[in-house]
């Protein structure tokens, strides 16, 4: 979040001097200049509108419980299938958080009895995300900003095509604007459909002006919106399905906590073996007898174009869906923890070419044993 100007140090001193009764109560992340300054700069810095905001803000958390809201037992299903993944952050050190959100059946669950489940699980990743942000702060440094990415690939028009879905949509955004305002730094829409018009339309009548400034739309030109990425982000905290270099960034859950960062080593490129991979094949490499507290690590690299890669445990277990990774344009690394004994086998995917081979530079490597497998 940038810092204060002249005039919102000046705004802020008679904000404070305004909501003196309130900050009492307020912990220090609550009332440090940045966290004050969100409302002051969502309203403007007229102070009129932003005091009636903060005072509006504590009241629906008193209400709702808010303040203990992630304790809140909800039915196992939601987080299974209404999935987010926390990758790292952007050079400000800003979290990134990638939501697929075309995989999420959001009509199944906002027209049935779980539809306020649902909604107190966004509160509850809000909830988490300001958590995220108190916990890297420090009297000195305040974090107040999230990026996020809102992948649309495969999502239908019949999730917006339901009452529900729109009303459920509504009381979502509504929340956020009106309480945690200044929170997002950048939102990334990609592979947005045809009929996004519709959404977008949506989206405009419920968040500020100031809010949507900061949300950037792209269809499902990968090579486009890959750049917009990486002009803000590094490719090594990006998940290799959007453009970065970390194969595996799994799906977040509230229980993880703080650090749920992705895990891996860089081998050195001499380590790296070389396989052809041929138009329209897969190559694997299969690790058998792997026992249980083994870290698996790899990186793999291709001279040109990309390449699809997995993990698999056994004969039908896949631990990281496949995907196209852009390892011609940098190194693709990872890192998996074996919870259970077997044959791990990395897949790497150029089924989907129909000419190009593939000139793949691979190395894995096993802790506990420490040895490479080439």
Not at 11 to 26: C, E
Not at 153 to 182: C, G, T, W
Not at 302 to 329: Q, R
């Amino acid at each position: 979040m940038a810092a204060a100007n002249d005039k919102e140090i000046a705004a802020l001193k008679m904000f404070r001097h305004r909501i003196s009764d309130v900050t009492v109560d307020m912990d220090d992340y609550q009332k440090h200049d940045q966290s004050l300054l969100r409302f002051l700069r969502a309203r403007d810095l007229n102070l009129d509108r932003a005091e009636d905001m903060l005072r509006k803000h504590l009241q629906w958390r008193k209400d709702e419980d808010i303040d203990n809201v992630r304790s809140r037992k909800l039915p196992d299903f939601i987080e299974e299938s209404y999935r987010f993944k926390v990758s790292g952050f952007d050079r400000q050190g800003s979290l990134v958080a990638v939501v697929q959100l075309g995989t999420w059946d959001v009509k199944k669950v906002a027209e049935s009895q779980n539809r306020q489940d649902m909604y107190t699980y966004i509160v509850q990743i809000f909830e988490q995300a300001m958590a995220f942000l108190k916990h890297r702060s420090t009297k000195e440094e305040c974090h107040t900003q999230i990026n996020l990415l809102i992948d649309f690939k495969d999502f239908s028009f019949k999730q917006i095509a339901s009452r529900a879905v729109i009303e459920l949509a509504v009381d979502v955004l509504s929340m956020f604007e009106q309480n945690y305002p200044e929170i997002l730094k950048t939102c990334w829409i990609v592979n947005a459909p045809t009929f996004f018009q519709v959404i977008y339309k949506l989206i405009k009548s419920l968040l500020s002006a100031h809010t949507m400034s900061k949300i950037k739309i792209f269809a499902s030109n990968a090579e486009e919106w890959h750049s917009a990425l990486l002009s803000a982000i590094d490719v090594d905290q990006l998940p290799s399905s959007h453009g970065g270099s970390i194969t595996t960034v799994v799906d977040y859950k509230m229980e993880y906590g703080f650090d749920v960062f992705p895990k891996y080593d860089t081998i050195a490129e001499d380590e790296m073996k070389s396989v052809t991979v041929l138009p329209g094949q897969k190559f694997s490499v299969d690790l058998h007898d792997i026992d249980v507290g083994t870290q698996i690590m790899w990186n793999f690299k291709t001279e040109s174009y990309n390449i699809g890669f997995s993990l698999c445990m056994g004969e039908n277990e896949v631990l990281v869906p496949s995907c196209k990774t852009d390892a011609h344009l940098h190194t693709q690394k990872g890192m998996w923890y074996c919870e259970k004994a077997g044959k791990y086998t990395l897949v790497f995917d150029n089924s989907f070419s129909k000419w190009r081979g593939k000139q793949l530079k691979y190395a894995v490597a096993l802790k506990n044993p420490n040895k490479f497998i080439m």
